[in-house]
């Protein structure tokens, strides 16, 4: 059998028998792991500490010649610990990892690890705004699925005019003449496509767009798994 490590965040954890639990894991190098973890549920449990939700950790695990590996040693790297205490960032981080499985197969691209990792840590800092957070997020997202909506024309194939406002044209993926967002919105839309969240905060500004970018974001996110 081969013995393998790796960083590791918890998508999923389901019970299994007295004291087992079948973890799945989003990696940076082996996509999606289906891991068995024995025991873990115990008092005592040595690999427990290790497969927090909400954190980065090393694991390392044993291929047999099932689909569901053996876990064999976990040691927390870093554990986002504030986010429980919001219940608002609570949901939203489940949100981010339902998201992140649903629109992954079994090997993403590491960066969708990276873009889990990057959210936690943003949801764990409460002076960012959590609104911004899933605006970032959800960007981020469609960014890397490949669904990029195009922000510097309009559905005429004309350039952005910086004193007309536009509204979104989903089916075109792009802004037509409307009334939702002036050439400040969408700036800051831009950003939310090009920077971390930590980045974000500092446009403080970008507050009073952040409410139709996340409609906007969202919409799109769903279309995208339609």
């Given at each position: ?11 999923n954890r389901t019970n299994f028998g ?36 909400f954190s980065v950790s090393d694991i ?32 939203a981080a489940y949100d981010f990892i ?129």
């Open positions: 059998m081969k013995h393998l490590t790796t960083q590791a965040i918890v998508l007295e004291s087992g639990r079948i973890i799945t894991f989003l990696t940076p190098e082996q996509g999606k792991l289906r891991v068995m973890a024995r025991g873990v549920r115990k008092v005592k449990s040595k690999l427990a500490g290790g497969i927090e939700l390392s695990y044993l291929i047999g010649r099932g689909e569901i590996y053996t876990l064999t040693s976990s040691r927390l790297i870093k554990h986002f610990g504030d986010i429980v205490k919001d219940s608002d960032r609570t949901q339902k998201q992140i499985d649903k629109n992954t197969a079994d090997n993403p691209e590491p960066a969708y690890f990276e873009l889990l990792a990057d959210a936690f840590e943003g949801l764990d800092d409460h002076a960012i705004n959590l609104d911004l957070i899933c605006v970032w997020f959800g960007a981020q997202l469609i960014k890397l699925a490949g669904h990029t909506p195009n922000l510097r024309t309009d559905s005429a194939g004309q350039p952005l005019d910086q004193v007309k406002k536009y509204s979104f044209d989903y089916q075109a993926m792009c802004f037509k003449p409307g009334r939702t967002f002036d050439a400040n919105a969408i700036k800051f839309l831009r950003l939310c496509f090009a920077v971390s969240p930590k980045q974000l905060k500092n446009i403080r500004s970008g507050e009073s767009y952040v409410k139709p970018s996340l409609n906007l974001v969202q919409a799109l996110t769903k279309k995208m798994t339609q």
